[in-house]
């Protein structure tokens, strides 16, 4: 990455080195999670290799992403879940109050010890890690403050930024991005959040559950990235019982002399600060693209082949955030190693297939989506789906909320995918990738154990109501017996 973050001190051992060699094997640009896997594969063939990066060296993940946020959420629930302790029977949960520098103070620390990894990578690599800003002079040519290398393969992974409307800038620190959240020592008590993707919504949820005042916007009609219209209408209303949303009209924000007033529509927020949420864009600009010789779409990208990374048919890669495809750590991660894998002297023939989509948000209950969107499958698919509420052990839990949506093909009940806001919806969604990724069908879901009383039988129940629209639905869940070998018995 060329820097994603807010600039820290750079620590001892990551000063800008002097680096002497004009020409080397392989050039890595960016030490995130897509730098740092192409670093490992690169390794595999050549000790002949840099890895330039500009900023802090670390991943946006550890540094400001999914593990700050992770540790902000697992705070925010801890201090919601006293609103079911009456119902558990425990008393006295009125008496309890969110410190909210003490829960920023524990969330750096944790970020400071998630990010010691890869800071200590520079020190490590010795001279073969250089601080610097690197830009293409051509297919095989980078510049580093000044000075020209040479490589055989080039494999840039420079990692991407969020993005903030130019004249939103003039508010100054009472913008807050991802980037800098996580940086402040308190926060102030009413905050909007504008987008409500991903982050937004995890965000915007953590803050109000620990008690600010928060209002969500975002132009689009839907949140948390849902397509399934089924879902979206389960979800939206329990969001809304914690903060407001409002949807589907173009936000303005003004300077009203003592606040920002946020407005959507008819509707105004005065808040202290707001969360820029609106997405991330790809550090390309002085990246050098256009001195490759390829033509670039509106974006500023030359075509990728999704399977090999490469840009047209240079040694050039392009991998993690900065190529679009799906801007996630274990995708970025996956990118890395076919990248580093393809800048190979002997490549593979062909690229890698890539691993069946997955995507989960955090908040509560958790949003996931396992393959295509219900959106992009065929007209005719079949879905089912299962209502939380009435979910046993979701009901002891005291986390009955939420709907399960599977997606399968009507010919032989191979699933395809699924959409859910469920609790614990991680886990089902790991399970119901697998069976995607191993092109399971319906029958063979329905013949593995479910366990008494687990969340998972909710999935079974989504699944018989799949199997009841298949032809072959009298079938049983059980697996019909082989011969068992011995002749007296068979």
Request: charged share 20%; hydrophobic share 40%; aromatic share 4%.
């Amino acid at each position: 990455m060329q820097s994603t973050g807010p600039k820290r001190a750079v620590a001892p051992g990551q000063e800008r080195s002097t680096y002497e060699a004009q020409r080397v094997d392989t050039i890595i640009v960016g030490s995130g999670t897509a730098g740092l896997a192409a670093l490992r594969e690169v390794r595999r063939y050549t000790d002949d290799f840099l890895l330039v990066n500009d900023g802090h060296w670390g991943t946006t993940c550890a540094a400001v992403g999914c593990m700050p946020s992770k540790a902000l959420i697992e705070a925010a629930n801890a201090f919601h879940r006293r609103h079911d302790l009456g119902d558990l029977g425990i008393r006295g949960a009125d008496g309890l109050r969110a410190d909210i520098p003490a829960v920023l103070a524990r969330v750096r620390k944790l970020r400071d010890e998630f990010v010691k990894g890869p800071q200590s990578v520079p020190v490590e690599l010795g001279n073969r890690a250089l601080q610097g800003y690197a830009r293409l002079n051509g297919p095989g040519r980078i510049e580093v403050d000044g000075r020209e290398i040479s490589a055989r393969a080039i494999i840039l992974a420079p990692g991407s930024s969020p993005v903030i409307p130019g004249p939103w800038k003039a508010f100054g620190n009472r913008i807050l991005t991802s980037d800098t959240l996580f940086e402040q020592t308190d926060l102030p008590r009413r905050i909007g959040v504008i987008g409500l993707g991903a982050i937004g919504i995890e965000i915007a949820q953590a803050l109000s559950r620990l008690g600010l005042d928060v209002a969500g916007f975002d132009a689009a009609e839907t949140i948390a990235g849902i397509d399934d219209a089924a879902v979206l209408t389960t979800f939206r209303p329990l969001i809304e019982a914690e903060f407001a949303i409002r949807l589907g009209a173009e936000v303005q924000l003004e300077d009203t002399g003592g606040a920002l007033r946020v407005s959507s529509g008819t509707h105004i927020f005065e808040a202290d600060a707001v969360l820029a949420a609106i997405g991330r864009k790809p550090n390309l600009a002085g990246l050098g693209l256009e001195t490759l010789g390829l033509p670039l779409d509106d974006r500023g990208l030359p075509q990728i082949d999704p399977e090999t990374l490469r840009l047209g048919d240079l040694p050039v890669f392009l991998a993690g955030d900065a190529n679009g495809f799906r801007p996630l750590l274990h995708e970025a991660a996956d990118d890395g190693h076919i990248a580093g894998r393809m800048a190979a002297p002997d490549p593979p023939a062909s690229g890698f297939c890539r691993r069946t989509p997955l995507a989960i948000v955090f908040s509560s209950p958790q949003v996931a989506r396992v393959g295509p969107p219900l959106s992009g499958l065929p007209d005719d698919v079949i879905t089912s789906e299962v209502d939380f509420s009435r979910q046993g052990r979701a009901r002891i839990a005291a986390t009955a909320h939420g709907v399960l949506r599977l997606y399968a093909r009507p010919s032989d009940g191979q699933l395809l995918g699924a959409e859910m806001c469920a609790p614990a919806a991680e886990h089902l969604a790991h399970l119901l990738a697998l069976a995607v990724e191993q092109k399971m069908r319906v029958p063979q879901l329905l013949a593995m154990p479910f366990y008494h009383p687990v969340l998972e039988e909710g999935l079974r129940s989504a699944l018989r109501n799949l199997a009841r629209q298949l032809p072959d639905h009298s079938a049983s869940d059980l697996s019909d017996c082989g011969d068992i070998g011995h002749d007296a018995l068979d």
